[in-house]
């Protein structure tokens, strides 16, 4: 069973061993609204935690997709080249934007489990 992780930036995390699909929460897409276009870093490009590693627009506004932990971006969500409106339908299963190789598996414990995402949120 993989876990899931999120940020105070409104991305999550399911880890698969040391491979992490990304995405942004349902929060953050309710925010933002219908999406028409997302992209995420090539593959092959490592980024550091924190590092802008995607983006995200819609008709309100563009958004940065931060990486969550460091590593080696791995793929994107093709589908969304097509259908940037499934990260709204689904932004926690379908609509997930990249992966990412992990380097740094120490970096997790600065992430929120679901229970202390959802307090955040209030």
Do not use: C
């Not at 105070?8 to 925010?31: N, P, S």
């Not at 819609?58 to 990260?87: H, M, W």
């Amino acid at each position: 069973m993989s876990t899931i992780y999120f940020t105070k930036d409104h991305e999550w995390l399911r880890l698969d061993g040391d491979v992490a699909t990304v995405g942004i929460t349902r929060h953050a897409a309710d925010e933002l609204g219908e999406l028409v276009f997302v992209e995420a870093k090539d593959e092959g490009t490592e980024v550091a935690q924190g590092d802008a590693a995607g983006v995200v627009e819609s008709v309100k506004a563009a958004s940065d997709i931060y990486a969550p932990v460091s590593g080696t971006v791995t793929g994107f969500n093709g589908r969304l080249s097509d259908e940037p409106t499934l990260v709204g339908e689904d932004p926690e299963g379908e609509g997930w934007i990249f992966t990412l190789r992990l380097s740094d598996a120490a970096q997790l414990d600065a992430l929120l489990d679901e229970a202390a995402y959802k307090a955040l949120l209030g």
